[in-house]
């Protein structure tokens, strides 16, 4: 089992930064996948970003890439989601989540583990 705590999220203006944080624990943290999904009102979870256990690689939606940085301290036990330049469409409920495999998937489907989602609210 692996619990996952986020926390960072709120209400900004567009144009502001983030840094949105995960915390896991329950199992070695260096060998999940970790990813990061949002999702807004009325519509489906999406992918936003994800880095593999050594965090030498890492993957990213299009639409943020540019934007959005995720990145990961093994000896912390948590994976960060900083996000730049954010925009009103960027809103939603922020999801941590936690796959054993090894390589990086997009499917939420294929991710075992989740937390429970940190509010990000933009205004324009």
């Known amino acids: 089992q692996v619990q996952l705590v986020e926390s960072g999220g709120g209400l900004v203006q567009a144009g502001d930064s983030l840094r949105l944080s995960c915390a896991a624990s329950?199992?070695?943290?260096?060998?999940?996948?970790m990813g990061w999904f949002r999702q807004a009102p009325g519509k489906e979870r999406e992918f936003v970003a994800a880095i593999r256990g050594s965090g030498m690689s890492t993957n990213y939606a299009d639409s943020v890439v540019g934007r959005f940085t995720i990145s990961r301290d093994n000896a912390k036990n948590t994976v960060y989601l900083q996000i730049n330049s954010l925009k009103p469409e960027d809103s939603a409920v922020y999801y941590c989540?936690?796959?054993?495999?090894?390589?990086?998937?997009?499917?939420?489907?294929?991710?075992?583990?989740w937390g429970q989602g940190t509010q990000v609210t933009v205004s324009s």
């Open positions: 329950g199992r070695t943290f260096s060998s999940l996948v």
């Open positions: 989540a936690a796959d054993p495999r090894i390589f990086i998937t997009t499917r939420p489907v294929n991710y075992d583990y």
